[in-house]
């Protein structure tokens, strides 16, 4: 098992990290949080549910920090600031957690719900100022990457506790990579990204096996339109996910982040990329109104409405819909499916098969500044241990964090087999520079709707580049 070079910048990244931000249209972590369910919405990248608001936000420049309390007299108190509302079923969780921790350990977990943008923007001033806080989350990416020079070194209380023998060692592995090679950061509520199915039209359609390769693909495709559903559907806020991972595919991760960093859209990957999806197109593959939805009309009113069959998101989507398909909403998924290589200009370049596959997640870090480290760990592992572990995957629908954790959400369940064959991680993006990237989404949006030719797509990309 391996990580790429590339999957350093895998996780919630704005610009860096395309495919997740396209999959992120209501949060701004990786959160996962239901919009429906609990009035807050979650997501990979960085993107709007972030900028709300709550009373806990609007007190985050206090000072005054509970930890002053008196509450040392009886044990002792860890500071939490965390990325959560109060009302979040993960922070219903956390809470739980934290109260059995206090009645075990007589150590009160006072924790500060701070929202999003609250740890976002509030943590390391409030840090720098020396306001007592021994702990706090959001991305993984985001507490490894921007904030791990306040993040205490974790490696001793690691190895101390045995904590990796049952940690995902993937996850693991990218926080020290990511961390310039020491452990800081530990994750929790995974996620992953699938082909997210409705199993009823599947079987109506007489699909009996999920789809391993490109030519199954478009016969599940096939079947599915003429037992009179839609295919696949998706949202404007998601429609580079199909183009990043079919690239990936083609060519793997890192002769995509050449051709999309040096925007060689003239490479032969490209234009089959795009003649797969005129070809989808042609066939009425995509959904009718795929070149004019707006999220989230793709995701909950075609497919959560049973119109559409498939739907490429992370594991936040089955949580995000609940509400609209049911309890009865029987959920299928399947990794993006193989398909065949292509003579690339890139050097390097290989077609990627199912072993190739994305996790993400949060993560947790102990504060440089904590005089607790010991207690604030052991805190840790109860969180994300055990039953604290199962619990908050139960409550957010997210997959557990310890590998001894064998049950899975229903919702998710059926991603298990595509979890469970990733050998490599990766994290693919074939979006363009900056200023690339709203080119790139239009004409591959146009793509999909059938309203561009494949040969006319590379040329309006390569003469915008010129």
């Not at 609250?118 to 007592?132: E, F, K, Q, V």
């Not at 193989?338 to 199912?354: C, K, R, T, W």
């Amino acid at each position: 098992m391996k990580l790429s070079k590339n999957v350093m910048r895998w996780l919630c990244g704005a610009v860096a990290v395309p495919f997740l931000l396209a999959g992120c249209a209501n949060g701004d972590d990786g959160s996962g949080s239901s919009s429906q369910n609990t009035g807050s919405a979650g997501g990979f990248g960085e993107a709007q549910a972030g900028s709300q608001s709550s009373e806990s936000e609007k007190s985050e420049n206090s000072e005054s920090s509970t930890a002053d309390s008196g509450e040392e007299e009886k044990g002792g108190e860890i500071v939490y600031w965390s990325m959560w509302e109060s009302t979040e079923p993960q922070a219903i969780a956390i809470q739980q957690i934290a109260d059995e921790y206090e009645l075990e350990t007589g150590i009160k977990v006072n924790i500060e719900w701070k929202g999003r943008s609250g740890i976002t923007d509030g943590i390391i001033p409030a840090l720098d100022s020396g306001i007592h806080i021994d702990m706090f989350d959001q991305s993984l990416w985001r507490v490894a990457a921007i904030f791990g020079d306040h993040c205490l070194d974790i490696e001793d209380l690691v190895e101390k506790s045995g904590y990796a023998d049952t940690a995902n060692e993937f996850l693991l592995q990218y926080s020290r990579e990511t961390s310039e090679g020491v452990l800081k950061v530990i994750p929790y509520q995974i996620n992953t990204y699938c082909f997210w199915y409705n199993e009823d039209i599947f079987g109506e359609a007489g699909v009996t096996e999920k789809p391993k390769t490109w030519e199954e693909f478009l016969d599940v495709c096939r079947k599915v339109k003429d037992a009179g559903y839609i295919p696949v559907t998706t949202d404007d806020a998601y429609a580079l996910n199909m183009w990043n991972w079919h690239i990936g595919r083609l060519v793997g991760e890192e002769a995509e982040k050449k051709i999309s960093d040096e925007n060689l859209w003239d490479d032969p990957a490209v234009l089959k990329a795009a003649t797969d999806f005129a070809e989808m197109a042609s066939k009425g593959y995509f959904s009718p109104h795929i070149g004019s939805n707006v999220w989230p009309n793709g995701q909950n009113v075609e497919f959560g409405g049973g119109q559409a069959a498939m739907y490429l998101c992370a594991s936040y989507l089955p949580n995000e819909v609940s509400a609209i398909v049911g309890d009865e909403f029987r959920w299928g998924a399947f990794a993006y499916p193989e398909v065949e290589s292509v003579e690339s200009n890139v050097e390097g370049a290989f077609a990627n098969d199912l072993s190739y596959g994305n996790l993400s997640a949060q993560g947790i870090a102990i504060s440089t500044n904590t005089e607790m480290a010991e207690e604030t760990f052991a805190f840790i592992e109860k969180m994300t241990k055990g039953e604290g572990d199962l619990l908050i995957a139960r409550n957010c629908n997210g997959i557990p964090a310890d590998s001894t954790n064998k049950e899975w959400p229903d919702l998710l369940s059926s991603a298990r087999e595509a979890v469970e064959n990733i050998k490599v991680l990766v994290n693919y993006g074939a979006t363009g520079t900056a200023d690339m990237q709203p080119i790139v989404k239009e004409n591959v949006i146009k793509l999909y709707a059938g309203t561009i030719t494949p040969e006319d797509f590379v040329d309006t990309l390569m003469s915008a580049v010129d």
